[in-house]
Nanobody
Framework: VQLVESGGGLVQAGGSLRLSCAASGTTFSSYTMGWFRQAPGKERRFVAIFSRTGDNTDYADSVKGRFTISRDNAKNTIYLQMNSLKPEDTAVYYC?????????????WGQGTQVTVSS
């Protein structure tokens, strides 16, 4: 499974960005996916994920109401719409995939895309 993120960049506080993650090399619908981020000097943390069954979504408290995760199975792509961005959202954002129904760690990761929010 190959995951390629795009859409990162520099934006002012209050602005918006939409990240994309294109998957290849597998049957996209067999996987559930999510977005994670890692700020400088900090551990990687989850941002938004689809549930292990793919039916529901879950968000970190810090992004609830501002970020929305979605997927387009026809395009083998998931998205992260980020609104009302804050400087503390600055991080490298990664998408990840694991088999539907799995409770284990994510098996596949993208290379990451940098998001920088200026104050």
């Amino acid at each position: 499974v190959q995951l390629v993120e795009s859409g990162g960049g520099l934006v002012q506080a209050g602005g918006s960005l939409r990240l994309s993650c294109a998957a290849s090399g597998t049957t996209f619908s067999s996987y559930t996916m999510g977005w994670f981020r890692q700020a400088p000097g900090k551990e990687r943390r989850f941002v938004a994920i689809f549930s292990r069954t793919g039916d529901n979504t879950d968000y970190a408290d810090s992004v609830k109401g501002r970020f929305t995760i979605s997927r387009d199975n026809a395009k083998n792509t998931i998205y992260l719409q980020m609104n009302s961005l804050k400087p503390e959202d600055t991080a490298v954002y990664y998408c990840a995939a694991r088999r539907l129904g799995s409770d284990g760690p994510y098996d596949y990761w993208g290379q990451g895309t940098q998001v920088t929010v200026s104050s």
